[in-house]
């Protein structure tokens, strides 16, 4: 689930005559899991590929055509001022070239083409079309003209498109449309300017092709900070290692499998950085000797398998003693036992400017779950007291931002 800033909004809906409009009843049922309710403006080129029942069905209540803009049923109801005033985004998926140009020209001879023009809430825009369509300058003109009056046009995926062509012109995924959403409503971009190192997820050590050593970490915490971090306006990169989840919008993705692959990583990453939140279960040791084929079980029965192990490089450690006075390097402490004596000698050692603390032994936090309890603290430096955040991994989350935001330089 995403921040609660994000639950409840509402969203209108406007679906042009693209081949991806068929895709919309996903992106219908993803705005409804977070509790957002659901108008939708369907054009008759639309209408002709996906069900107007079918998304009336899904959000209980009509879907508006363009003969309503001008009918004796509906048109008494000036729904493309009632509509754009309710509305707290307007989402245009798929947008094609020609409602592209409408927008662009403040066509309104059509009801979606009113409900732009009189619409004063943030509108998206998600091209899909063919490539060669998106790449005609007339559409680069179109597109350029609504960003410069601050509407937003989000660039489609390539990919194999319908018409046979491969290329750029597909509709991006609903799990994208809506991150670029709540881009778009997070009005606080109070991370504007400021980019962001955030690294994530477990390492694996191999200990011959087919073993390794690792933990449980799911990544849930760092890319929830990615997440949010770019919806507050950061430029944001996000190293990960193996997490398996989906790669949030808008941030620049860095594969990392080992503990040498991160710091690699970080350490290429860390002179343009000005926040690095180090979320990541990094392993602190590896195999001394790695095994090129893979180790048999021992023909005796009880046989034992000694490994010799060596450190890890201590990555916060080392941006701690390498970062200028104008970074800042959050630390996270994993804890099981003594966790505020461990977190506030972790900030000490590795130069830390704050630290996010939690008990994993605790039932239902940490590793692998959706809910997390974490303590800050803060180095000595600042002299803050300590803040607790509980609840969902969005939710802490946005409190250790706003921890981070608070001992920003500037602010």
């Known amino acids: 689930m995403p921040p609660q800033w994000a639950r409840d909004k509402k969203i209108l809906l406007g679906v042009s005559g693209g081949i991806a409009a068929y895709k919309t009843p996903e992106l219908v049922r993803a705005w409804l899991k977070q509790g957002c309710e659901v108008e939708v403006v369907l054009t008759d080129m639309g209408a002709s590929l996906v069900s107007p029942l079918a998304l009336a069905t899904l959000i209980k209540r009509r879907v508006w055509r363009d003969k309503d803009l001008k009918s004796d049923d509906m048109g008494w109801t000036i729904p493309h001022i009632s509509l754009?005033?309710?509305?707290?985004?307007?989402?245009?998926?798929?947008?094609?070239?020609?409602?592209?140009?409408?927008?662009?020209?403040?066509?309104?001879?059509?009801?979606?083409?009113?409900?732009?023009?009189?619409?004063?809430a943030p509108q998206i825009f998600f091209p899909a079309m063919n490539s060669r369509m998106w790449a005609h300058p007339a559409t680069k003109t179109n597109a350029a003209a609504l960003m410069s009056r601050g509407h937003r046009v989000v660039d489609p995926d390539s990919g194999p498109l319908?018409?046979?062509?491969?290329?750029?012109?597909?509709?991006?995924?609903?799990?994208?449309?809506?991150?670029?959403?709540?881009?778009?409503?997070?009005?606080?971009?109070?991370?504007?300017?400021?980019?962001?190192?955030?690294?994530?997820?477990?390492?694996?050590?191999?200990?011959?092709?087919?073993?390794?050593?690792?933990?449980?970490?799911?990544?849930?915490?760092?890319?929830?900070?990615?997440?949010?971090?770019?919806?507050?306006?950061?430029?944001?990169?996000?190293?990960?290692?193996?997490?398996?989840?989906?790669?949030?919008?808008?941030?620049?993705?860095?594969?990392?499998?080992?503990?040498?692959?991160?710091?690699?990583?970080?350490?290429?990453a860390l002179p343009d950085s000005d926040v690095i939140i180090k979320t990541a279960a990094v392993s602190d040791y590896r195999v001394k000797q790695f095994s090129p084929q893979k180790i048999k079980r021992g023909a005796a029965s009880g046989a034992s398998l000694t490994?010799?192990?060596?450190?890890?490089?201590?990555?916060?450690?080392?941006i701690g003693h390498r970062k200028r006075p104008s970074q800042i390097l959050v630390g996270f402490a994993a804890e099981?036992?003594?966790?505020?004596?461990?977190?506030?000698s972790k900030i000490?050692?590795?130069?830390?400017?704050?630290?996010?603390?939690?008990?994993?032994?605790?039932?239902?936090?940490?590793?692998?779950?959706?809910?997390?309890?974490?303590?800050?603290f803060f180095a000595q430096q600042y002299g803050m007291t300590p803040r607790t955040f509980s609840g969902g991994k969005w939710e802490v989350a946005s409190g250790i931002l706003d921890s981070i935001a608070a001992i920003l330089p500037g602010r």
């Open 84 to 120: 754009s005033a309710w509305a707290d985004a307007l989402v245009v998926a798929p947008c094609t070239a020609n409602v592209l140009r409408m927008a662009a020209a403040g066509d309104s001879s059509t009801l979606l083409g009113a409900v732009m023009l009189a619409c004063e």
């Open 162 to 268: 319908a018409c046979g062509y491969e290329g750029k012109g597909r509709l991006p995924s609903a799990e994208a449309i809506l991150d670029e959403t709540w881009y778009s409503l997070r009005a606080d971009k109070d991370y504007a300017g400021r980019k962001v190192l955030v690294t994530a997820g477990p390492t694996r050590e191999y200990v011959d092709p087919v073993r390794y050593m690792s933990n449980p970490s799911s990544g849930k915490t760092g890319y929830a900070i990615a997440s949010e971090a770019r919806y507050r306006g950061a430029d944001v990169t996000l190293v990960s290692g193996p997490a398996h989840l989906r790669v949030p919008s808008g941030v620049t993705f860095i594969a990392a499998e080992s503990a040498r692959d991160m710091h690699d990583a970080c350490m290429s």
């Open 307 to 318: 490994l010799e192990l060596e450190q890890n490089p201590d990555i916060a450690f080392e």
């Open 336 to 344: 099981t036992q003594n966790v505020r004596e461990n977190a506030i």
């Open 348 to 376: 000490e050692r590795k130069n830390l400017d704050l630290v996010a603390a939690n008990d994993v032994a605790t039932p239902g936090s940490g590793f692998a779950s959706d809910f997390n309890s974490v303590e800050v």
